[in-house]
């Protein structure tokens, strides 16, 4: 029975914080382009993972586009600004972002 409660408490507490960034991704209209792991209107977060894995700076190049928007990597179709979304949340989500697998 330890064990069982452990597992429950370890796999609610691992999905916490994935939850609320989700929130967050959710509150600042980010899910009506993208999804974790599908392509919409942008990227699947997974394709974006994959794209920047290893590189050190790819956080705060990400909470600069989330930001600013912008065009080109990912086709055609541009990413608006997001002048509602603040710097620390940006990092937030581009953090949250990387971490999709």
Partial sequence: MKKI???LTLTVAGAAPALADLA???????MACHAVDKKL?????????GKYKGDKTAVDKLASKI?????????????PANPQVNEAEAKKLAAWVLSAK
């Fill in 5 to 7: 409660v452990l597992a």
């Fill in 67 to 79: 930001i600013k928007g912008g065009s080109g990597a990912w086709g055609a179709v541009p990413m």
């Fill in 24 to 30: 967050l991704a959710t509150s600042k209209n980010c």
């Fill in 41 to 49: 209107v942008g990227p699947a977060y997974k394709e974006v993972a």
